[in-house]
């Protein structure tokens, strides 16, 4: 799998957009972007994935450079409900998923 | 649907008893994982199954632990004898065989003593 870089982490104000980034240069054509996160001491709750084009759905945005090299998602309006930590993970289709660090994102009232 | 279901929610336990954490799965998926999560190691991959077939078991540390799924909707995972260095939350996923999302339990808080 290829590996992600993710920073530490991120403040958002509440009621702006929280833009996540990922970084994974080394992705192969047929590997996806997936987001997951972890709310404090729940399971982990996907997010959304996409492989070349940008997703949305009800819960976020996924931007994927033309190159596929990083990644940002986004949440259009981030509520302290979205304060958790946010994994990116490439990973080919139906294969195990690697979680990384993650990014802890603090959304500030 | 009630979603993955963890059995039980918090377990403490006292060095060298066994342990045993239950999984239901959501009904109809055919994919179930096992996670562990500490501070130190993240979120790891224990081993997961499709179809009831264990796939791959090279994230189980040790010979301690052994985990089965007898039948689609129901797994376990067994620690004997535990360590207080199995100390850690334990969780469940379940997925449509072949699909993308892994949808998670609530997790198993384990504590050996």
């Known amino acids: 799998d290829a590996k992600t870089t993710q920073p530490p982490s991120m403040d958002c104000a509440e009621g702006r957009a929280a833009n996540l980034p990922c970084n994974h240069s080394?992705?192969?054509?047929?590997?996806?972007v997936y987001w997951y996160r972890q709310i404090h001491s729940q399971g982990p709750q996907y997010i959304i994935h996409?492989?070349?084009n940008n997703e949305t759905n009800e819960m976020a945005s996924l931007i994927i450079t033309e190159d596929r090299k990083s990644s940002t998602l986004i949440l259009p309006h981030a509520t302290l409900r979205d304060t958790a930590v946010y994994y990116c993970?490439?990973?080919?289709?139906?294969?195990?998923?690697?979680f990384g660090k993650g990014t802890r994102l603090h959304i500030l009232p | 649907d009630a979603g993955v279901i963890q059995s039980p929610r918090h377990e403490v336990t006292e060095m060298g008893q066994e342990v045993t954490l239950r999984c239901k799965p959501i009904?109809?998926?055919?994919?179930l994982f096992w996670y562990r999560q500490t501070m130190m190691r993240g979120l790891e991959l224990l081993i997961y199954?499709?179809?009831?077939?264990?796939?791959?078991d090279s994230g189980m540390p040790e010979d301690r632990f052994s985990a089965k799924m007898p039948n689609a909707s129901f797994s376990t995972l067994k620690i004997q004898p535990s360590e207080p260095r199995d100390s850690a939350v334990y969780f469940c996923?379940?997925?449509?065989?072949?699909?993308?999302?892994?949808?998670f339990g609530p997790g198993t808080r384990l504590t050996v003593l």
């Open positions: 996923a379940s997925s449509l065989f072949g699909a993308d999302t892994q949808y």
């Open positions: 080394t992705i192969s054509g047929n590997e996806y």
């Open positions: 996409g492989l070349k």
């Open positions: 993970i490439v990973r080919v289709r139906d294969d195990k998923i690697i």
């Open positions: 009904s109809g998926h055919n994919s």
């Open positions: 199954f499709n179809n009831n077939v264990p796939i791959d």
